[in-house]
C-alpha cells in the first residue's frame, strides 16, 4: 500500500524537526517535499532524505537556520539562507517577489549560503498562483556535468523553471533540469538497482554508458540536454551557463567552479534566483491569462501521432499524477523506504509509514 499525501507529508515533517528544524519551517519544507513526490517529481521528494541526513550528519547544514534579508529595495531582495536548507528561504523569497510584484510590477530575489531546495516548479507555480509570471533558477551542489566538447566535470543540472497563469489550476508550469534528466532520476535508478536508460550518462571518455552510478562513483559524466554535439548540446550548456550566472553571480553563491564549493565555511552556498512579474503591467484584467489558456488548449488539440497519447502542455503531466497519487498514494521504492525507516530510528522520529512498509 502507498502511503497517502497526508501520511508522505507528515513523515517528512516528522524527520525534519528530529533533525532540529523549527516547526513552522519544517511543515512548509515537509510540504514543498511531498509537492515534488504528489506531482511524479520523484528525484526532489522523499528520495531526497537520505542526502539530507548525511548533510546533517557531517555538517554542512543547519537545521535552525534562520533566513533574513540583507539588501531590500522596491523591487528587489537579497536574501541570506543562513546555511540551511533551501526549501523555506526559497518559499520566503518568491513570496517577497510577489509582494513585490502587486506593489510595483516586477519583483526579483536572489538567495546565497543556501542548500538544495527541492523542486523547482514549486517556486514558480506559486507566482502563477498568484497571478504573476514566475521565473525561477538555482545553481546546483554536484558537479558532474562536462560541458559541451570538454571531458572534465564544470557544472551541475542547473534547472529552471517558468510558469505563467492561464486557465485557473492550469498554469503553464515549465521545471526542467539543463542535463537529459536530473540527478535524481539517475539516483533513483541506482537507489533500486535498476540501469539507466541510454543517452543519460558517458564515461569518463565520452562513450555511453547505463551505468546509474556512472557519474557519482567512476568519474563520467551526466549529459547536458541535447546529449551529444549532434543533438545540440552546445544549447544544453548555454542554458546552465545561464542558470549559473542568474542563481551564484547575481546573489555572490560561490561558482560551481571554485574548488571550495560546498565545502567552505559558509555552508553548501548555493545560490537561488526568482522573479515574479505582474501581467497588469502590460494587459487588462485576465486577457493575459485567457490568451495564455487558448495558446495551451491550441497545443494541446493537436492531432497528435500517437492516439493513444495526446498532446500536452507543460504542468500537464504533473497535474494528472498528483490527481492519481492523491487516490492511489505515492509510491515509494522497498530500498528507499527501508534506508529512510532507519534514518529515522536513528534520529528518534516517529515512524509513520508502517502500513506501507
Known sequence: MNPSYAMHRAQLEALLTAWGMPAGYATRTAEVMSW????????????????????????????????????????????????????????????????????VGVGIVSVHRSAHFGACGFY???????????????SASLVQVAPAGGAQARLGTDPWAFAAPGRP??????????????????RNKANEGLPAPP?????????PSTDPLEAAQHGGFLTSLGGTPEGSSHKGYGLAMMVNILGSCLSGATLVTDPQHTRGPAGMDIGHFFLALSPALFRGPGAFEADVATFCDAMRATRPANPARPVMVAGDPERKAAARRRTEGIPVGPKLLASIRQIASECGAPWLLGAAA
Open 169 to 186: 489550476g492550469e498554469p503553464f508550469l515549465l521545471d526542467m533540469a539543463t542535463t537529459t534528466v536530473a540527478a535524481g532520476r539517475v
Open 36 to 103: 515534488a513526490d504528489l506531482h511524479g517529481i520523484d528525484s526532489h521528494g522523499i528520495s531526497m532524505v537520505p542526502t539530507y541526513h548525511a548533510l546533517h550528519a557531517s555538517g554542512r547544514i543547519r537545521m535552525d537556520a534562520q533566513p533574513r534579508i540583507e539588501r531590500d529595495t522596491p523591487v528587489s531582495a537579497l536574501m541570506d539562507a543562513g546555511g540551511g536548507l533551501g526549501h523555506e528561504p526559497s518559499r520566503q523569497a518568491m513570496e517577497a517577489a510577489i509582494a513585490k510584484a502587486r506593489t
Open 124 to 138: 514558480a507555480a506559486m507566482a502563477a498562483e498568484a497571478g504573476m509570471i514566475g521565473m525561477v533558477a538555482t
Open 199 to 207: 543517452g543519460w550518462l558517458l564515461t569518463r571518455d565520452g562513450l
